[in-house]
T-cell receptor
Framework: QKEVEQDPGPLSVPEGAIVSLNCTYS??????FMWYRQYSRKGPELLMY????GNKEDGRFTAQVDKSSKYISLFIRDSQPSDSATYLC?????????FGKGNQVVVIP | DTAVSQTPKYLVTQMGNDKSIKCEQN?????MYWYKQDSKKFLKIMFS???????INETVPNRFSPKSPDKAHLNLHINSLELGDSAVYFC?????????????FGNGTRLTVT
């Protein structure tokens, strides 16, 4: 089993829809969970950061962590064409930082 | 005033050549990294330096040699380039060396080996 699993997609949604992305992981040492957004030809930029189970909200973005199931999610409400990008989950702990493979999202106007 | 800047942005070269990529960060961070991103967008760490000291050296061919003259700079030299080296190379920095420290990435160097 890979350390971090993320379905690469691509995922196409109409503008205004809710985008749901998720990652699973196998390493119980992971304590910190991040979502990065990467636009084409750019570097990844930190979108959300959390270290506890539960939900964290920032504007239209909600990050959800379930440590018991080793499962994290990112929800984007009222999606916009500007949200079209690749979203990478990342997890850190015990001197390990691992990235998912990224999930390409296309929001269609 | 880009936080993490790397040059060049594009690099096209032939097999067997030697090339360097430079990276600078003006965030005052202690730790810098090189990541390789393949065509499927998978990010894989190559090296990490903390205050000029090498702290992570993943399984990378020894044709790749990082150099950190000071904590704001981390360069990557690649000898005898091979076709499989074609990828996007990202420099990143973080405030501390801990894995709880979010990364700040540059915009990448797209290397194409022909």
């Amino acid at each position: 089993q890979k350390e971090v699993e993320q379905d690469p997609g691509p995922l196409s949604v109409p503008e205004g829809a809710i985008v749901s992305l998720n990652c699973t992981y196998s390493n119980s040492a992971f304590q910190y969970f991040m979502w990065y957004r990467q636009y084409s030809r750019k570097g990844p930029e930190l979108l959300m950061y959390t270290y506890s189970s539960g939900n964290k909200e920032d504007g239209r973005f909600t990050a959800q962590v379930d440590k018991s199931s080793k499962y994290i999610s990112l929800f984007i409400r009222d999606s916009q064409p500007s949200d079209s990008a690749t979203y990478l989950c990342a997890m850190g702990g015990n001197n390990r930082l691992a990235f998912g493979k990224g999930n390409q999202v296309v929001v269609i106007p | 005033d880009t936080a993490v800047s790397q040059t060049p942005k594009y690099l096209v070269t032939q097999m067997g050549n030697d090339k360097s990529i430079k990276c600078e960060q003006n965030l005052g961070h202690d730790t810098m990294y090189w990541y390789k991103q393949d065509s499927k967008k998978f990010l894989k760490i190559m090296f990490s330096y903390n205050n000029k000291e090498l702290i992570i050296n993943e399984t990378v061919p020894n044709r790749f040699s990082p150099k950190s003259p000071d904590k704001a700079h981390l360069n990557l030299h690649i000898n005898s380039l091979e076709l499989g080296d074609s990828a996007v190379y990202f420099c990143a920095s973080s405030p501390t060396r801990g894995t709880n420290s979010p990364l700040h990435f540059g915009n990448g160097t797209r290397l194409t080996v022909t």
